[in-house]
């Protein structure tokens, strides 16, 4: 093989800020300056030596990734020392031609007539784990979370049977191993039961919510919502086009009595209230059905965080009273779990799920079936189970915290879940408006979580505001709250 030339160890680089390996960003860097065509094949790479000592890096970390692209065919070894850009290196990319023709700017606003980015939504910042006293909701805890069983589940779902079986398009059918847990296991403790054909697997609770809005909306009956409640909810009616009227959730959560002659779909979330965690008595469970059976409507049941339950056992989900089959059930795993693994799942009759599995398969064929494989064997085996009880134990202390140090402050509880969960709805004293507190209270590393957009027509002085403790430190939380006192202090003088 004939080397032509040698590149420079400047034409690599790494970012010490970035969370992946040294040896994956290096190897990242090398395939992508091979496949933009600026190493011929030939072209002999730095040494060793001389590329650790430019990046910084171990001399061993370079020769690990050199060995690796040679088994990956980017590179091939000089029969002395060094080594080349391979000639088996996958295609160059082509540059795209220069089309000089004069060409006429898309009117974008004539095609999309809906701007979906001023919707109300929650925001959070994205780099929210840099900040010291994150009072955020919904955010995993990695030290809770047990790395090596989980590691162990993704090895078992790489076995040479089960990457056979999971690499087969599985058109629209879902993982039996996680179907099965969720029916055997999962629903039960809620009182429910479901033949496989009555489960459908979702990319988290917001897809199957967005699946049940798309095929049940109609524009001659009305969706009734919680207010405050969660504003995805009412964006995704919004979209399909369905009026919407918004219901206030007292002490006792969403009032039956309330719920108009014309109402189609009602949304309730009766395990915890997002945001304000009231939970809805049996009483009242009971009299929405009854609502639902006389009124010919539907009900979807967000059951979200019943697992978090550390105070007392959690009420009956509505869908374990449902008689008539008029309760589309949502739960998920991204809450117990964590976030970023967008594994959730639909109960309801046989002629809903048909509908709905075939609305996801025009959208997404089904979820990663890899992913429902590791899911399903963490819960088989147990280490489901034993994480849930340690988030019990560990938010049943930080929640203490939290409420013993607000008890010190002017600011007040709002609500909370009754069995549990994980965040407390809080309020400021008069006058004070959370959008402005949480501004200034993240200049000094304390995030909260405004309540503006929860509400439907939120008041003009927002004082209410949401707290979660899921992934702050216990030890953080009375110095967070110690410098929210401060900083209202500040403000009002």
């Not at 963490?378 to 049943?396: I, M, P, Q, S």
Request: hydrophobic residues 40%; contains cysteine; aromatic residues 8%.
């Amino acid at each position: 093989m004939g080397v032509k030339g040698r590149m420079a160890p400047e034409v690599f680089f790494i970012d010490r800020s970035d969370r992946r390996s040294l040896q994956m960003q290096l190897a990242t860097s090398i395939v992508a300056t091979i496949l933009n065509a600026h190493a011929p094949p030939g072209t002999r790479m730095p040494s060793t030596r001389a590329l650790a000592a430019h990046l910084g890096i171990s001399r061993l970390t370079v020769t690990l990734v050199y060995q690796d692209l040679v088994a990956q065919g980017y590179l091939d070894p000089l029969p002395r020392s060094g080594f080349v850009v391979s000639h088996k290196a996958p295609l160059r990319r082509i540059a795209p031609e220069r089309d000089e023709r004069p060409a006429h700017p898309v009117d974008w606003s004539g095609w999309l007539q809906t701007d979906l980015n001023t919707r109300r939504h929650i925001t959070k910042p994205r780099d929210w784990r840099s900040y010291p006293y994150p009072f955020i909701y919904g955010q995993v805890d990695p030290h809770l979370f047990d790395h090596a069983a989980w590691r162990d589940c993704a090895r078992r779902a790489l076995g040479t049977r089960d990457f056979t079986e999971l690499a087969d398009d599985r058109l629209a059918r879902d993982d039996p191993v996680l179907v099965d847990y969720i029916r055997a296991n999962t629903l039960p403790r809620r009182g429910i039961s479901a033949r496989p054909e009555e489960v459908l697997i979702t990319l988290g609770a917001q897809n199957a919510l967005w699946i049940a809005v798309q095929l049940l909306a109609r524009q001659n009956r009305v969706a009734v919502l919680e207010d405050p409640g969660f504003p995805d909810f009412a964006e995704a009616l919004r979209f399909a086009r369905m009026p919407i009227e918004y219901l206030p959730v007292d002490a006792q959560g969403l009032n039956p009595e309330q719920i108009p002659e014309n109402a189609g779909l009602v949304f309730v979330t009766p395990s915890h209230n997002i945001p304000t965690g009231t939970t809805l008595p049996l009483a009242r469970r009971r009299a929405l059905l009854q609502l639902a059976d006389q009124r010919d409507f539907l009900v979807i049941e967000d059951d979200y965080e019943y697992e978090m339950s550390f105070l007392e056992p959690p009420s009956p989900s509505l869908k374990s009273l449902d008689g008539a089959g008029r309760v589309i059930y949502v739960g998920s795993f991204s809450k117990s779990l964590f976030p970023g693994l967008r594994i959730g799942y639909l109960v309801a009759p046989v002629e809903f799920i048909r509908q709905a599995r075939a609305l996801r398969a025009m959208m997404l064929r089904h979820a990663p079936g890899h992913m429902q494989r590791v899911t399903g064997y963490f819960l088989a085996l147990g280490h489901y189970d034993a994480h849930v009880v340690r988030l019990r134990e560990t938010f049943r202390k930080r929640r203490e915290a939290l409420v013993a140090a607000l008890g010190e402050t002017d600011f007040t509880i709002a609500g909370a879940a009754r069995h549990g969960g994980s965040n407390l709805w809080v309020e400021g004293p008069e006058g004070v408006d959370s959008s402005a507190l949480a501004l200034k209270l993240a200049e000094h590393g304390v995030l909260i979580e405004p309540g503006r957009p929860f509400y439907s027509a939120p008041p003009e002085i927002c004082r209410c505001f949401r707290m979660g403790y899921s992934s702050i430190d216990e030890k953080k939380i009375a110095e967070g709250v110690a410098i929210m006192q401060a900083c209202l202090d500040d403000a009002t003088g």
